[in-house]
């Protein structure tokens, strides 16, 4: 079997357009009332997280990552809307299909993730301690999907260069002969 990437991507703010979201729920809310949950914490609401937008090429950019390479969902919960777990897996469903629903970790901490690459566009969960490649989503250059998946298979190419050099090494030149 191919050496796969074990790859994690984010949902908020990554494939799911949270921003806008919330900007419409705070254009559409009461700002007066300070109590209004729906305006201070829109993410706390049932249904929001069921209402997000996929961000664009986000959905073609995954599925094309898993075609070759192990992707998995890691997400952090809105911790106060614990309808927030349920509908992050209906969302998976929806727009990637059972068989990836099976493949959302919801965690507080990025970091224990074992894995190759994380895909995120937040520093809210440990990324930064994350012990492979962060791909900060978002910020630059990495501010549309095309630039993240250019950004992995580059990665990729790097790796299978570094293990084909390291075998070449051991085994010396004819080492694809050898084996
Ligand atoms: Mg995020």
Do not use: C, H
């Not at 777990?85 to 068989?99: H, L, M, N, P, V």
């Not at 629903?101 to 301690?129: H, P, V």
């Not at 910020?139 to 298979?153: A, I, K, Q």
């Amino acid at each position: 079997m191919e050496n796969k990437l074990i790859i994690y991507v984010d949902m908020d703010g990554t494939i799911a357009d949270m921003r806008s979201a919330v900007i419409e729920y705070k254009e559409k809310y009461d700002s007066k009332k300070t109590d209004d949950i729906s305006y201070l914490y829109p993410w706390s609401v049932p249904g929001f997280f069921s209402s997000l937008k996929p961000l664009p090429g986000a959905i073609e950019g995954v599925k094309k990552l898993a075609e070759t390479e192990d992707v998995w969902f890691l997400s952090r919960p809105s911790f106060r809307n614990t309808t927030s777990y349920t509908e992050k897996a209906e969302w998976i469903r929806e727009y990637f299909g059972y068989e990836m629903q099976k493949k959302l970790i919801l965690a507080g901490n990025k970091a224990l993730m074992m894995g190759n690459i994380l895909i995120d566009d937040g520093d809210n969960a440990n990324q930064e301690e994350f012990k492979g490649i962060w791909i900060r989503y978002d910020t630059d250059p990495f501010t549309d999907w095309n630039s993240v998946l250019n950004e992995v298979y580059k990665i990729k190419d790097q790796r299978r260069k570094e293990v084909s050099e390291l075998y070449g090494d051991i085994l010396g030149k004819n080492w694809k002969k050898s084996i």
